[in-house]
């Protein structure tokens, strides 16, 4: 077994990234950072009276971009306790910043219906990268469900193809389900102009027709919205 893989394999564990925070203070967002996804947030997520959950939210400077944008309240929470103090500290006199050490799968400290949308940048790609993928990634699933007002959205930004990830979400059976695309960075501050990120992309059960459309490994990132209907 490979050093690379005993990591991915610890993702879910506090441990994993109490060390690798504790060792990389720097602010670090996974896949894409706030100004090149605005436009797909500010067209699912209004900016005014809006409870928004990032999970995974790690050292990330998204949340500061959303409340500098505009949005009034935005509740972030790690596995990390190390994170969570770190970005507490920072952010302290913030008051539409809030941080909290919780576990994905397990969020029993929010009551049910309590957010409008939970954007999730890479959280679920990480479970399913560890041990018990399929169980953990249920978990979570079942949790931001139960967290989510109805009506509510929630943002999955992710590597993983619809053929990878479109039947997690459909087991789920509560919400209905479009797709976007936003081309990969390849270097800091590169726009995005090949396709608008705005503009959904056909969606059937299967995802074959998103392949149709994309090609085969398109250099994308997948960002599904799941509205719930029940």
Known sequence: MTTTTTSTQAYGEPWYW???????????????????????????????????????????????????????????????????????????????LKYMVMDVRDMRAFESGSFDAVLDKGTLDSLLCGNNSRKNAAQMLEEVARVLKDRGVYILITYGAPSYRLHLLKEMNVWTIKLHVIEKLVTEGKPNEQRKVTGPIPLDDDGISAEAVLGKSPEVHYIYICTKVC
Not at 21 to 35: E, I, L, M, S
């Open 18 to 96: 109490d060390k690798r925070y504790a060792g990389d203070t720097a602010p670090f967002d996974w896949y894409q950072k706030y100004p090149s996804l605005a436009p797909l947030i500010h067209l699912y997520i209004p900016r005014h009276r809006t409870k928004v959950l990032v999970i995974g939210c790690g050292n990330s400077a998204f949340s500061e971009g959303m409340v500098d944008d505009g949005y009034e309240e935005v509740v972030n929470i790690d596995i990390s306790s190390v994170v969570i103090e770190a970005m507490k500290k920072k952010y302290s006199e913030c008051s539409q």
